[in-house]
């Protein structure tokens, strides 16, 4: 049983390069071994927007401690739901900028130029993230 997790959360400090490194590589190694797979995308103003595929059971395990990770607050759950097959198979935690996309993706799903994850339904999250795999715009974690 496959399920499909997406959810936003705020950083508890700035977001550098150094920080989204001490989340990815740890979580590669960790994905690769529980299968589960995903997105982390960086939005303006520290805040972050994950989508995370695999098992029900590591899925769940894993929000659960990400829910309790003191990186970051405000954790809020988007959208859950079973799926029968993967979108981002390819990734076992790929990497998105939201800040260095072209405005018109932003505004396609986004009132404002500025994507605020905590404005937007769960629906809207996983089109914008289905529009970066066709993009080209997510990088790394493959
Ligand atoms: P432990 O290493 O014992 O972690 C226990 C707690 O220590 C964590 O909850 C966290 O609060 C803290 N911690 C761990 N490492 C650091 C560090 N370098 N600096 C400061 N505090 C730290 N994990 C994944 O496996 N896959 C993911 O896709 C994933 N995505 C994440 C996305 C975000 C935005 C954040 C903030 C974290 C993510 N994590 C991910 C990390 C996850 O929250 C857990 O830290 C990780 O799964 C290990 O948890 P643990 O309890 O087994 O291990």
Request: net charge negative; with cysteine; aromatic share 6%.
């Amino acid at each position: 049983m496959l399920v499909r997790l997406i959810y936003a959360s705020r950083s508890s400090r700035s977001i550098t390069p150094d920080l989204i490194e001490s989340i990815l590589a740890p979580s590669r190694r960790h994905n690769l071994e529980s299968g589960v797979t995903g997105v982390l995308c960086v939005c303006h103003g520290d805040v972050f927007l994950q989508v995370l595929e695999g098992a029900r059971e590591e899925v769940n395990l894993l929000y659960g401690k990400i829910l309790h990770d003191e990186r970051h607050s405000q954790v809020t759950l988007l959208h859950y739901e079973e799926v029968e097959q993967r979108r981002f198979s390819s990734w076992r935690m790929g990497r998105v900028d939201l800040d260095k996309l072209n405005v018109g993706i932003i505004l396609k799903y986004s009132e404002k130029p500025i994507l605020d994850p905590f404005a937007i339904s769960g629906r809207v999250a996983l089109a914008l993230l289905e529009e970066l795999i066709e993009g080209a715009a997510i990088v790394g974690g493959c």
